[in-house]
């Protein structure tokens, strides 16, 4: 009784250390370690009044962060991009598992469909963007298109070898029991497709954002996003501004790829302590 009730409290103590301090401190250092090299570059070896092409660091914050009205805008802007990449990438998860399903239950359905999935991977985006606005117009609809289309790829290509990933004899226990297509699909090969799925699923993140961007950039109807506005920014060669979108707009990516990734964890700790039953 003893022994157990010491040993609670020392799990508590200990779970906010769960990460390990390498994982944290090594990209805080070479985080540092940028900054500075940005800054010595500014200051250093960039002339004062060619400075706009590399503005530092700490002007990027007064004018892209702390300035009221610069903020309001970008992140009105963010929002916007953020809403369409989500919605993309959520329609590219659904088509994406759904083919690959349909994929990995008849050999048939692989050799139709596989090589056109391959072939809209290597499809420039930007070279079918401009016809996406002729068919569909120019605004919510075709940006949503664009972020299923550069999106959907590592889904499929993912979830199928997941699939298909099942041990031989796994399956012949199964079949042992009389499990039907859909039990066998259900108990046996998506639970072990997860991790493998969820891995495309990181990827997708950031390509939807990616996606989302090269739309509003070119589909100039609608709400603005962080595209348009980076365009604008440009024009204006407002430096300070055009850095702040960018970065934000990566740590969207980033967000999206560590919440894929908390979920491989708690999939990968599932399946060290799970298994399949017919």
């Known amino acids: 009784m003893i022994a157990a ?24 250092l070479v985080f540092v370690l940028v900054l500075s090299a940005w800054s010595v570059a500014s200051h250093q070896l960039i002339a004062e009044d060619s400075r706009f092409l590399l503005p530092p660091p700490e002007s990027v914050l007064a004018k892209g962060l702390f300035d009221s009205a610069t903020r309001t805008e970008i992140l009105t802007a963010l929002g916007s991009t953020v809403q369409i990449a989500l919605l993309g990438l959520a329609l590219a998860l ?29 499809i420039p985006v930007l070279a079918v963007v401009p ?20 999106s959907l790829f590592p889904v ?3 979830t199928l070898f997941g699939l298909k990933s099942v041990r031989e004899a796994e399956h012949d226990l199964f079949t ?38 090269v739309a509003d950039f070119f589909f100039r ?24 979108a960018l970065l934000l707009s990566s740590l969207v ?16 700790r599932a399946h060290g302590t799970t298994r399949a039953r017919p």
């Open 5 to 28: 009730a010491t040993a609670a409290p020392s799990r508590r103590l200990r779970w906010p250390f769960a990460i390990a301090p390498m994982r944290v401190l090594a990209p805080v």
């Open 94 to 122: 659904a088509l994406g598992v759904g083919f690959a399903v349909v994929m990995s239950q008849a050999r048939w359905a692989e050799f139709s469909l596989y090589p056109y999935a391959v072939i809209l991977q290597t």
């Open 131 to 150: 016809l996406f606005g002729f068919w569909f117009g120019y605004e919510f609809g075709s940006r949503i298109i664009v972020c299923v289309m550069v």
């Open 156 to 158: 499929i290509t993912n």
């Open 176 to 213: 042992l029991h009389g499990a039907g297509r859909w039990q066998r699909l259900r108990k046996l090969q998506l639970p072990a497709a997860l991790p493998a799925m969820i891995s495309g699923f990181k990827i997708s993140g950031g390509m939807a954002v990616i996606g989302s961007i």
């Open 221 to 244: 109807q609608g709400r603005p996003g962080i595209g348009r506005m980076i365009d604008v920014y440009r024009q204006r060669l407002a430096t300070e501004e055009l850095l702040t």
């Open 253 to 268: 990516g980033l967000i999206l790829f560590w919440f894929f990734d908390f979920l491989a964890g708690r999939v990968d």
